[in-house]
C-alpha cells in the first residue's frame, strides 16, 4: 500500500474520532454527495488486484444503502440532486448513485439491490465501449502485468523496466505503470498500452466483450423506471489531453450516440478519469456548450449551494475498493476529510 492510501487511510481514522462530528455538526456535510460506483460483483479471491479501488461486492452496495438510510440521508436521482443544488438544498442529506463505464455486473449485480430498494441511480456509459470500439486501457495494464515476468516500456521518453515474478511486485509494477499513464497525454497512454498488450498477449477487445453492457442491452436499460443513462463519452479518453476539436467531438458525440439509441435526452456526462488532469475548465465549459444540464468529475467532495455555479464540474464521493468498509464511509459521509483534503475550501472547479 502506498503512501497516499496510508495517508487517506489516517485521514478516515481522524474522522471517526469520537464525537468530531458532533462538534463540527453537518458544516462539512454540505447538502449532500454524488456517489461514484464502478464495478459491482462478488469479489474473486486474489493477491493481485490492482484495480480493486474500482470494484465493491454486491454485500457492501446493500450496506452502503442501509448506513445511508440510518444516517437519514436520502436517495434521489441525479436530475433531483441538480435541482436541490440549484435550489440551495432541503431539510435531509441527499446522495445521487452514478455508476461509470456501463459495465455488465452493474445489471446482473447493482441493479437488482437497487430495485428491491426502489434507489434512482444513473449508469454513465461509454458509447465506445458499448459498441466495442474502445479500450479499458487499464485493465490491459493489469492483464498484460499478470502475464509478464517482467516489463519494459518507454512512457514520455523515459525508459522503464519493472520486475514482477511475483504478486506483491506485479502489484508495485501495475500502480506505478497506472499512475504514470494517467498522468500522461492519451495519445501516449494507447500508444504505450497498445505496445503492452501486443506483447504480452493481451486481447483488449475481449475484455470489452466480457466486462461491458452492449448497445442493446444499455437500450433496454434507458427504459428502467429507476434508471438515468448518462454520457461517458465515445472513446474514454483524459479529455484535457487532447485537441479541443476531438475533445469536443467526444463530449458531444457520446450524448448524440446516447440520444441516437434511446431516444431520450442525455442530461447528464462524467468526465472519462475525471481529475484535474483529465477535465478542467475548458471541458466544464464544452460540457454547457454541448448542452448537458450538468456534469461530474472524480474530484472528491461534498455538494454545496455554491456548486450551483459550477453545474458541470461537480465532485463525488467514490465508494472505493480498497477501503471498503462501513466506519470508513460513515466517515466519508460526515463530508470532513474532503473538508481536510480540500483545505476547507467547498468547489474545487
Ligand atoms: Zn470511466
Not at 458531444?252 to 484535474?276: C, M, N, Q, S, W
Not at 477535465?279 to 454541448?290: L, V
Not at 456534469?295 to 450551483?308: D, I, N, Q, S
Amino acid at each position: 500500500m502506498g503512501w497516499k492510501h496510508r495517508l487517506i487511510g489516517a485521514g478516515f481514522a481522524a474522522c471517526r474520532a469520537p464525537g468530531l462530528t458532533r462538534i463540527v455538526g453537518r458544516r462539512a456535510q454540505g447538502l449532500g454527495a454524488i456517489l461514484m460506483f464502478h464495478h459491482v460483483r462478488p469479489w474473486r479471491e486474489r493477491a493481485y488486484a490492482p484495480n480493486r479501488e474500482l470494484e465493491i461486492t454486491p454485500g457492501f452496495l446493500d450496506e452502503t444503502l442501509r448506513l445511508l438510510a440510518r444516517r437519514g440521508w436520502i436517495v434521489v436521482s441525479l436530475d433531483e440532486a441538480v435541482e436541490r443544488v440549484r435550489a440551495g438544498g432541503g431539510d435531509r442529506p441527499f446522495a445521487a448513485l452514478t455508476f461509470d463505464d456501463g459495465y455488465r455486473d452493474n445489471e446482473e449485480w447493482a441493479l437488482p439491490i437497487l430495485a428491491r430498494e426502489k434507489a434512482p441511480a444513473t449508469f454513465f456509459a461509454t458509447t465506445g465501449f458499448m459498441n466495442r470500439s474502445a479500450r479499458l486501457w487499464w485493465l490491459e495494464v493489469e492483464e498484460a502485468v499478470r502475464r509478464a515476468r517482467a516489463i519494459e516500456v518507454e512512457i514520455g521518453g523515459v525508459p522503464i523496466t519493472l520486475s514482477c515474478a511475483s504478486d506483491p511486485e506485479k502489484e508495485k509494477a501495475a500502480e506505478k505503470l497506472l499512475a504514470l499513464l494517467r498522468a500522461s497525454p492519451q495519445d501516449e497512454v494507447d500508444r504505450v498500452v497498445g505496445d503492452l498488450s501486443r506483447r504480452h498477449g493481451v486481447d483488449g477487445a475481449a475484455l470489452v466483450e466480457e466486462l461491458c453492457l452492449d448497445k442493446k442491452e444499455i437500450a433496454a436499460l434507458s427504459a428502467h423506471p429507476l434508471l438515468a443513462i448518462g454520457a461517458h463519452t465515445r472513446g474514454h479518453p483524459m479529455l484535457a489531453t487532447i485537441s479541443r476539436e476531438r475533445a469536443f467531438d467526444e463530449i458531444a458525440g457520446g450524448k448524440a450516440d446516447l440520444e441516437a439509441l434511446t431516444g431520450k435526452p442525455i442530461r447528464h456526462l462524467a468526465y472519462p478519469v475525471g481529475d484535474p488532469g483529465s477535465a478542467g475548465a475548458r471541458e466544464f465549459a464544452m460540457a454547457r456548450e454541448a448542452g448537458y444540464e450538468a456534469a461530474v468529475t472524480t474530484r472528491p467532495g461534498m455538494l454545496f449551494p455554491e456548486h450551483a455555479a459550477h453545474i458541470t464540474a461537480l465532485p463525488r464521493l467514490s465508494v472505493n475498493g480498497r477501503f471498503q468498509s462501513i466506519a470508513n464511509l460513515d466517515a466519508l459521509l460526515t463530508g470532513l476529510p474532503f473538508a481536510l483534503w480540500n483545505r476547507g475550501r467547498r468547489v474545487s472547479a
